[in-house]
C-alpha cells in the first residue's frame, strides 16, 4: 500500500486541492491528513485562499481515500460536517517491516515519543509547520511541514510511504 502524508492544511482550499492532486498523481491509496485540517487557529495567520466550507466539500469527496488524525485546531464541530473520522489522536500502522506512529505532534513528539514504539519505528508528526526527517535515538522522526502556513523557513511538502520506505517531497 502507497500512502501519501500531508498536515496542517488549516483551512486552505488552494493547498487542499494541490494536496489531492498530487495524491491523485503519486497513485496513492491511501491519504494520511495529521491533523489542522480545518481551522488556522488563534496563533497562525490566516492562510491564502482560506475556505474551509470548499476544503470540506473536496474531501468529502475523497472520504473512502483519507485516514486522519486529530490536530490541536480540530474539534468535534468540524467532525460534524467531514465524512471521515478525524478524532483519533494516532493512527499505528505497519508498512514493510517498518512501524509508523502518525500523530499531530501536540501530544506526542520528539520531545515526547510514545514508550512503546520498537526500534527502527517512524514517528510521523505534523504540528509545527516544519519540515522534518532526522532520527532521534532510535526512531525516525518525520513532519511534512504545513503546505499553507510553512514555518522555519521550510517550503510546502508531503511524505510518500511504501514498502516500509519513506520519503519526505516538496510539492
Known amino acids: 500500500m502507497k500512502i501519501m502524508v500531508a498536515s496542517d492544511i488549516h483551512g486552505s482550499y488552494e493547498w487542499a486541492v494541490k494536496a489531492v492532486e498530487r ?8 491519504l494520511l491528513l495529521l491533523g489542522d485540517i480545518l481551522y488556522h487557529g488563534p ?3 490566516l492562510p491564502e485562499d482560506y475556505y474551509p466550507k470548499d476544503v470540506i466539500n473536496l474531501l468529502n469527496r475523497e472520504k473512502e481515500n483519507i485516514l486522519a488524525v486529530r490536530g ?3 474539534t468535534e464541530v468540524d467532525q460534524m460536517v467531514l465524512e471521515f473520522p ?3 489522536d494516532y493512527i499505528y500502522l505497519i508498512s514493510g517491516d517498518k512501524a509508523f506512529f502518525a ?12 514508550v512503546f514504539l520498537p526500534k527502527g519505528s517512524v514517528l510521523l508528526c505534523g504540528h509545527t509547520h516544519i ?4 532520527m532521534v535515538g532510535d526512531i525516525r522522526y518525520m513532519n511534512p511541514g ?13 511524505i510518500i510511504i511504501e514498502d516500509g ?3 519526505l517531497k516538496t510539492f
Open 86 to 88: 478525524i478524532m483519533a
Open 23 to 30: 495524491f491523485h498523481e503519486e497513485r496513492a491509496d491511501k
Open 131 to 134: 519540515a522534518a526527517d532526522q
Open 72 to 74: 490541536n485546531c480540530d
Open 146 to 158: 504545513s503546505p499553507s502556513i510553512p514555518k522555519g523557513e521550510t517550503i510546502p511538502s508531503y
Open 103 to 114: 500523530t499531530h505532534g501536540h501530544i506526542y513528539n520528539p520531545l515526547n515519543p510514545p
Open 43 to 45: 496563533r497562525n495567520n
Open 165 to 167: 520506505k519513506a520519503e
